[in-house]
């Protein structure tokens, strides 16, 4: 019998996903938690076989909670069971060491599949994740961002306009746009917003204390 602890802000989604794997003889769930802190206090006290993350919730977020589980020697497989597959979701959650990354909209037989797959130790991750990474793979490696386009991007992660990151960097407002349709390119995103996420996620960028 594997042990589950269920980790998810939204209680209707709990009370699913304890319904769903209490019914099986071939699971337990052993604990809930609401967020991350309380995943990682949780998961400590209970050390699970598997945890059920999700990755978006207020506080603690599922990475920082899969982080701060393995610098506390917990052992459990973490398989991540998002709605989102994007880029700054999947690839921060792998590398913090989730063991899968599963869908909410994957079938039940599927994800009691990951869960026994996950508690073997065996990496699981839904045909959409899946293709994502293969296609990154695939991809030649990215060009560094500038001096210049960080400058930007920077002051457009604090809320500049590009009038106003012009005036900052004493450029012109057309070569502002011009840098970001670059840092847009190199970063594989389309807009101001995707392309501030991108770069914290690959430390392009830190959080300002």
């Known amino acids: 019998m594997i042990s589950l602890l269920i980790v998810d802000d ?26 991350g ?30 982080e701060e589980l393995a610098r506390r020697g917990v052992e459990a497989k973490i398989l991540v069971l998002t709605t989102y597959d994007t880029d700054s979701d999947v690839l921060p ?6 063991t899968g990354y599963l869908l909410k909209d994957a079938p039940r037989e599927e994800l009691f599949r990951a869960v026994e797959a996950a508690a073997r130790g065996q990496a699981v991750l839904s045909p959409a994740v899946a293709s994502r990474l293969m296609g990154r793979l695939r991809q030649p490696a990215a060009e560094p961002l500038s001096q210049r386009e960080l400058e930007v991007l920077e002051l457009i992660a ?10 900052q960097l004493f450029i012109s407002e057309a070569t502002v746009k011009t840098h970001l349709l670059h840092v847009y390119a190199k970063l594989g995103v389309n807009d101001r917003a995707a392309a501030v996420a991108t770069a914290f996620s690959r430390g392009y960028l830190t959080p300002r204390p």
Not at 40 to 46: C, S, T
Not at 93 to 98: D, K, L, T, V
């Open 10 to 35: 939204h209680p209707v989604v709990r009370d699913g996903l304890r319904g769903m794997f209490s019914a099986d003889p071939r699971f337990e769930v052993v604990g809930e938690a609401a967020h």
């Open 93 to 98: 959650a792998i590398e913090a060491g989730a």
């Open 158 to 167: 604090g809320g500049a306009t590009n009038r106003e990151a012009a005036k």
């Open 37 to 66: 802190a309380e995943a990682v206090a949780v998961g400590e006290k209970l050390r699970p076989d598997v945890i059920l993350m999700d990755l978006r919730m207020p506080g603690t977020d599922g990475v920082t909670a899969i």
